[in-house]
């Protein structure tokens, strides 16, 4: 079967750096998305990787290495509007995407 | 501006009735997605469309019916037959993938959220 693993819950502080990994076994794989998701809100995108790296855009960094099934979100100066889920997605071989349940990241003063 | 809009945000319905989630766009997106989101769960796909008057089942569409006889409109009904219906819905839509730039990236609406009482 098709898999995504995230943490369920993380804590950190403010101003703080928090990675928040996702392992996958997927059928397939044509890109890994995340997103972030407020409480009652939906979804909005954080980042997209197809290739193995680093991908860099402001406070936030995602990471893919594809030979390990393997991705972590980086989140650098952590502010107090940082609390939010952060959800994984992998694309897999029909283009679909598989979704994990979701980290819930919560930031302390 | 360009959006996916959801209504009603907040829904409640007796046992044995069939509702009706509306999902409209205007950002010319020929896919558009339902999905339902339960507590500690990921997203599950429930109905998909890639183009209008086609679409397809998901991995939970049991008891859920769709339409897309627009481009823009994707109305999603959740029928007696849906036996735990209580969630929180999200419509979602994304251009087609053509060429390297465009990732399939989803764009979401606010969510409705449905209560059985």
């Known amino acids: 079967g098709q898999n995504i693993d995230q943490p369920t819950e993380m804590t950190a502080t403010e101003g703080a750096i928090v990675q928040i990994n996702c392992t996958y076994q997927?059928?397939?794989?044509?890109?890994l998305f995340w997103y972030q998701q407020h409480a009652g809100e939906a979804p909005t995108f954080l980042s997209y990787?197809?290739l193995d790296g680093l991908e860099e855009k402001g406070r936030f960094s995602s990471f893919l290495s594809r030979s390990k099934g393997y991705s972590y979100l980086l989140l650098k100066e952590l502010q107090m509007k940082d609390s939010a889920s952060y959800l994984c997605a992998v694309k897999d071989s029909n283009y679909q995407l598989i979704w994990g349940a979701g980290t819930k990241l919560i930031i302390k003063p | 501006d360009g959006g996916i809009t959801q209504s009603p945000k907040y829904l409640f319905r007796k046992e044995g009735q069939n509702v009706t989630l509306s999902c409209e766009q205007n950002?010319?997106?020929?896919?558009m997605y339902w999905y339902r989101q339960d507590p500690g769960q990921g997203l599950r796909l429930i109905y998909y469309s890639q183009i209008v008057n086609d679409f397809q089942k998901g991995d939970i569409a049991e008891g859920y019916s769709v339409s897309r006889e627009k481009k823009e409109s994707f109305p999603l009904t959740v029928t007696s037959a849906q036996k735990n219906p209580t969630a929180f819905y999200l419509c979602?839509?994304?251009?087609?993938?053509?060429?390297?730039?465009?990732?399939?990236?989803?764009?979401f609406g606010e969510g409705s959220r449905l209560t059985v009482l």
């Open positions: 990787n197809v």
């Open positions: 979602a839509s994304s251009p087609t993938e053509t060429g390297t730039e465009n990732t399939g990236e989803l764009f």
């Open positions: 950002l010319n997106h020929d896919a």
């Open positions: 997927t059928s397939g794989f044509n890109g």
